[in-house]
Nanobody, 124 residues
Framework: QVQLVESGGGLVQAGGSLRLSCAAS????????MGWFRQAPGKEREFVAA????????DYADPVKGRFTISRDNAKNMVYLQMNSLKPEDTAVYYC?????????????????WGQGTQVTVSS
């Protein structure tokens, strides 16, 4: 089992940057596939980015590709989301999620563990 705690959200102007962090408990963090998702008011939770167990592969949703970077430090039990060139449409609650082996990593239903979320607000 793993517990996740996000931090780093806040209010930023369009074009700015934020770095989200997700701290994980447990000794087996490296055995978990990690994802970032977001949910805007009135919308479904959507995939943002994912990183494979050892960090050697990543995947991004098209709207964030080239602007966001996911990374992980298995020695520190941390996963990060660097967000650059932020847009008002990036405004949402951002969640990190973990699963041992998701069948479809872009599907939020495939993840067993979730953090409480951190609010990101981008003003125009």
């Amino acid at each position: 089992q793993v517990q996740l705690v996000e931090s780093g959200g806040g209010l930023v102007q369009a074009g700015g940057s934020l770095r989200l962090s997700c701290a994980a408990s447990g000794r087996t963090f490296g055995s978990y596939f990690m994802g970032w998702f977001r949910q805007a008011p009135g919308k479904e939770r959507e995939f943002v980015a994912a990183i494979w167990w050892s960090g050697d592969s990543t995947d991004y949703a098209d709207p964030v590709k080239g602007r966001f970077t996911i990374s992980r430090d298995n020695a520190k039990n941390m996963v990060y989301l660097q967000m650059n060139s932020l847009k008002p449409e990036d405004t949402a609650v951002y969640y990190c999620a973990a699963d041992a082996r998701p069948r479809a990593h872009r599907d939020p239903g495939q993840y067993d563990y979730w953090g409480q979320g951190t609010q990101v607000t981008v003003s125009s």
